[in-house]
């Protein structure tokens, strides 16, 4: 049974998936998990696109952690070929790992070819 679920980002199929999966165990049919993410929508702040101009906006601020924001990352390498502009909130409750963690994140940008990255502490 294809499904399709209108929100951009495969760590977003992913998500999907685990909800299924879950649904699945709490015995919901097929059609009701494929009627459910077929209308789906996020919050506001999580993956979100829009545009301003000329530019395409993702704004996946809500909430951050290193996962999320390599996912939004992703999804931002993923969408044409246009210069990539990225601006980052701190990412807070990481602890002693936070330098390392921020770090990372900003390597994981450059692999990515994001053209630019802002961060905002």
């Known amino acids: ?4 679920i209108p929100i951009p980002g495969l ?3 992913y998500n999907a998936l685990a909800a299924s999966a879950i ?3 709490l015995n919901v049919s097929l059609h009701t998990i494929a009627r459910s993410l077929e209308c789906f929508k996020l919050p506001p702040m ?4 829009s545009f301003l101009g000329s530019y ?3 704004d996946d601020s809500y909430n951050a952690n290193p996962e999320s924001v390599n996912g939004a990352l992703e999804l931002l390498q993923s969408i044409g070929k246009h210069r990539k502009i990225v601006i980052l909130g701190d990412m807070l ?3 002693n790992m936070a330098r390392s963690l921020h770090n990372k994140v900003g390597r994981r940008a450059g692999e990515l070819g994001i ?3 802002f961060t905002l502490v």
Do not use: K, R, T, W
Request: charged fraction near 15%; avoid cysteine.
């Open 11 to 13: 760590y977003n199929v």
């Open 1 to 4: 049974m294809p499904i399709s």
């Open 46 to 49: 999580h993956s979100e696109i």
């Open 56 to 58: 395409q906006l993702i």
């Open 115 to 117: 053209d630019a990255l």
């Open 93 to 95: 409750e990481l602890g």
């Open 23 to 25: 649904s699945l165990i």
